[in-house]
């Protein structure tokens, strides 16, 4: 069973800025990559950016880079992301999914609405 738990979205102008936080209830976490992921309306999944286990490496996909930046607690069991300069294409369902592929099983998301 998923226990990863996304919170921290809400309503925000386009060019402000949100942090995304993700805790998993899994001792384990600091022995997986993490992944953020994201739905927009009548989209698939999109991959936003995966972290290593030890959060020194982070890899975004094009339309983030730049903007976003992924890190870790593991002593906390928790991933970020903090999101900066939102563009209104940026609103989207966010998802953290655990495990050597960002598309596995996601947890509860968080929504990000970006709108003036």
């Known amino acids: 069973e998923v226990q990863l738990v996304a919170s921290g979205g809400g309503l925000v102008q386009p060019g402000g800025s949100l942090r995304l936080s993700c805790a998993d209830s899994?001792?384990?976490?600091?022995?997986?990559?993490m992944h953020w992921v994201r739905q927009r309306p009548g989209k698939a999944i999109e991959w936003v950016s995966t972290?290593?286990?030890?959060?020194?490496?982070?890899e975004y996909a094009s339309s983030v880079r730049g903007r976003f930046t992924a890190s870790r607690d593991n002593a906390k069991n928790t991933l970020y992301l903090q999101l900066n300069n939102l563009k209104t294409e940026d609103t989207a369902m966010y998802y953290c999914?655990?495990?050597?592929?960002?598309?596995?099983?996601r947890g509860q998301g968080t929504q990000v609405t970006v709108s003036s």
């Open positions: 972290i290593n286990t030890d959060g020194t490496r982070a």
């Open positions: 999914v655990k495990g050597p592929s960002a598309y596995g099983p």
């Open positions: 899994d001792f384990k976490f600091s022995i997986y990559y």
